[in-house]
C-alpha cells in the first residue's frame, strides 16, 4: 500500500501563491495531483510519471509547476497566480504505471490517494 499525506492549503487573495507538498512512500508510483472543487468532478492537473517526467493539463500550465525533493520522497506542487475557481480540495494521488510517458488523468485509475488539502482563494 502506497501512503501519501497532502500539505500546503490555505486561504489566500486572488494572485496569490501557494506550494502544496505531497509525501509519498513510494516515489516509483505515477503521482497525479486532483482538484475537487465544489459542483464539479475531480480533474487532473499535474502528474509525475515513472521516469520523474512531468505533465500538466492546459488549464493550469502556465501557473502551475511540479517539481520534486527525492531524497524526502516529496512531490510540490508550485501555485502562482491564483485564482477563486482554484478553490477547492487539492489531492494527490498513485498508480502503478512503469512506462515514460502520460498516463492520462482518469480518476479511477489511481489506487491510493492522501486526505486532502483545502485550498481557498478570495477574490
Known amino acids: 500500500e502506497v501512503q501519501l499525506v497532502e500539505s500546503g492549503g490555505g486561504s489566500v487573495q486572488a494572485g496569490g501563491s501557494l506550494r502544496l507538498s505531497c509525501t509519498t512512500s513510494?516515489?516509483?508510483?505515477?503521482i497525479t495531483w486532483f482538484r475537487q472543487t465544489p459542483g464539479r468532478e475531480r480533474e487532473g492537473l499535474a502528474a509525475?510519471?515513472?521516469?520523474?517526467?512531468?505533465y500538466y493539463t492546459d488549464s493550469i500550465k502556465d501557473r502551475f509547476t511540479i517539481s520534486q525533493d527525492n531524497a524526502n520522497n516529496t512531490l510540490f506542487l508550485q501555485m502562482n497566480d491564483l485564482k477563486p475557481e482554484d478553490t477547492g480540495m487539492y489531492y494527490c494521488?498513485?498508480?502503478?504505471?512503469?512506462?515514460?510517458?502520460?498516463?492520462?488523468?482518469?480518476?479511477?485509475?489511481?489506487?491510493?490517494w492522501g486526505q486532502g488539502t483545502q485550498v481557498t482563494v478570495s477574490s
Open positions: 494521488a498513485a498508480k502503478w504505471y512503469p512506462l515514460c510517458r502520460g498516463a492520462g488523468w482518469n480518476v479511477d485509475e489511481s489506487i491510493y
Open positions: 509525475v510519471g515513472y521516469c520523474g517526467d512531468y
Open positions: 513510494d516515489k516509483d508510483y505515477y
